[in-house]
């Protein structure tokens, strides 16, 4: 049994090690350190991150039958999640090579590989049967998920619901540029919020696809759109929560209190890490710390709270998940009086 069923994008992290600003121009070589690997997208991030916090977890992705493949299913198979990974013969696996200097926000260079032909189907009713929670991310960087207007978005998320657990959706910024940039995502977004009881986008993904606006306005228009609980990632500002007067659906799935969880508004500043090591990672930890938490019964002030403690353990590490302890652990970090960075919306 698995509480938390993580389906969709998931890659190949290659992190060269930065020990300074790392300027690239056409014809300079750049001297760096030993390469990390690791696991990353949202299935992989989210979904490891739950693991680590001691949530039963089922990972659903699609892999190549390629060097790169065997690599994150060698990785997720350490912690005994690679049992329900799609692997697609002939495809390329996707990879991104993450650019991270110290101290800095990091950038890709992504390669979307086999997640481009991810869809509905790839996901096996028998990982949803006892599943309390369908989380689905990326969708921008799989191009199945995002063409005809989200046709395949929606029928993933339909299928979480008449399965009976509640739906999640994270996304990604999308390359301007790329066909996914291009994409009508109000209209998508229409589509497929009415189907979403958590939606966690970050307020710059947010702003790209609803037009700019501040937190506050972009949430109820998301709320207007469908989702029931909008969660906004803000980065070193941390997250904005806020929430539908129509919460009856996802408490009833969650077991939530619809009292507690109705027409709120929550601003959970980001709690201080031990050392900024790097960023990789730490929204996809933060919706893996808010998911947890819904799971355990909390309320909105507790469930932001849990979320920006995780992320922050995130960043202690260089990579997405290895910073992040069992959740008594965390717990015992807000107990003892974890300092905070600034509000969350100044």
């Not at 996809?284 to 808010?290: E, M, V, W």
């Amino acid at each position: 049994m698995q509480d938390v069923v993580v389906a969709g994008h998931v890659c190949l992290d290659v992190m060269p090690r930065l020990d300074g600003p790392a300027a690239i121009e056409p014809g300079r070589l750049i001297e760096v350190g030993a390469a990390a690997l690791s696991t990353g997208g949202a299935v992989a991030n989210t979904g490891v991150a739950l693991h680590r916090l001691g949530v039963p977890v089922g990972l659903v992705g699609k892999v190549g039958d390629d060097l790169f493949g065997r690599a994150v299913l060698d990785l997720l198979g350490a912690d005994g999640l690679a049992a329900e990974m799609v692997v697609s013969p002939g495809e390329a696996t996707s990879y991104s090579v993450v650019i991270s200097p110290p101290g800095v926000d990091r950038c890709f260079l992504h390669c979307p590989g086999a997640n481009a032909t991810f869809g509905a189907d790839d996901v096996p009713a028998a990982a949803l049967a006892d599943a309390r929670v369908l989380h689905v991310g990326y969708p921008p960087l799989m191009a199945r998920l995002y063409a005809d207007g989200g046709t395949e978005l929606e029928r993933l998320l339909a299928r979480g619901r008449e399965a009976g657990a509640a739906t999640s959706l994270d996304l990604s910024l999308p390359d301007p540029d790329s066909p996914a940039g291009r994409v009508d995502w109000r209209a998508l977004l229409a589509r497929a919020l009415p189907l979403v009881d958590v939606f966690a986008p970050s307020l710059g993904e947010l702003a790209f696809m609803l037009g700019g606006g501040s937190p506050e306005s972009l949430a109820l228009d998301a709320l207007g759109l469908g989702a029931a609980v909008v969660a906004l990632k803000l980065g070193d500002r941390g997250l904005y929560l806020r929430t539908s007067r129509d919460v009856d659906g996802v408490c009833a799935r969650l077991g939530l209190d619809p009292a507690e969880w109705r027409d709120r508004e929550v601003s959970s500043p980001c709690f201080r890490p031990r050392e900024l090591v790097g960023t990789t990672g730490a929204g996809d930890c933060t919706i893996a710390g808010l998911l947890a938490a819904l799971l355990r019964g909390e309320g909105p002030e507790a469930a932001a709270t849990a979320a920006t403690a995780v992320g922050a353990c995130c960043v202690e590490a260089p990579d997405a998940t290895s910073g992040i302890p069992p959740w008594h652990e965390v717990a015992a970090r807000i107990a003892a009086g974890w300092p905070r960075l600034e509000a969350a919306t100044a």
